[in-house]
């Protein structure tokens, strides 16, 4: 790659390191020796949707390194929620965009990729781990003629039966591993909305509308007070 395709990936990385949970400072290098995905196996992995969507990995050496993190080896949080926060900032690099959920998987044909940029993760120079990144840009081919409002309409109609997660969100809040490790049944966690405030309703992660809270026969209900375009949800 050139400077040009390597850019985001050095900033991903820079942005990663600096949330990774490690017992010293780390540095991001790129990797310049042999392939190492018969020494990666099982890898923290993501998927980034957005202007510039991608695919992301990070696995360290020792895999219990990120009990120190957690503060110990609860089943309550895992490897992988423990990493997440730094492939959310290395996906923050990406721009405007949507971040899946984080799963344990063989990355090895990931960090095999010719597309994919791998950086050796260093801490007092010592090899920790490493972070893989391949990045999928999105956009109108050349020469791509826009689809008639009638050719939308019938593609739209190909796929008007699959089904997609709606979630209805009243807030949200942030806690540390130890604060997490500490929950108990009783415990009451403040969320950042104030009573009466609308709730979020989001479509597959994205915010498309806002809401109120209501019980329709004994269940949960939300009623739709604000339809949001795309530029807003995505804002």
């Known amino acids: ?124 120079g010592i090899v920790i781990g490493w972070f893989a990144i391949r990045l999928r840009k999105n956009g109108i081919v050349a020469g791509f003629n826009l689809s008639t409002p009638d050719t939308v309409v019938g593609k739209l109609g190909r796929i008007r039966n699959v089904e997609m997660a709606l979630t209805v969100e009243i807030g949200r809040t942030r806690m540390s591993v130890r604060d997490v490790l500490s929950l108990e049944p009783g415990a009451v966690i403040e969320l950042d909305r104030s009573a009466g405030a609308p709730a979020d309703i989001l479509l597959n992660g994205r915010l ?15 009623r739709i007070t604000q339809i949001l375009d795309v530029a807003e949800g995505l804002a």
Do not use: K
């Open 208 to 222: 498309i509308a806002h809401g109120e809270i209501v019980v329709v026969d004994q269940d949960y209900a939300v």
């Open 1 to 124: 790659m050139n400077t040009t395709d390597t850019a985001l990936p050095v900033a991903a990385a820079n942005a990663l390191i600096l949330v990774l949970p490690a017992a010293t400072a780390v540095q991001a290098t790129p990797h310049l020796g042999a392939a190492v995905q018969a020494q990666v196996g099982s890898a923290a992995v993501a998927s980034f949707v957005g202007v510039t969507s991608a695919d992301l990995a990070v696995v360290l050496t020792d895999p219990s390194s990120t009990d120190v993190a957690a503060g110990s080896a609860s089943s309550l949080v895992a490897s992988h929620d423990v990493l997440r926060p730094a492939l959310q900032a290395a996906a923050a690099m990406l721009g405007v965009g949507v971040l899946g959920d984080t799963r344990v998987e063989d990355a090895s044909a990931l960090f095999a990729s010719d597309e994919t940029v791998v950086f050796d993760l260093l801490g007092n």
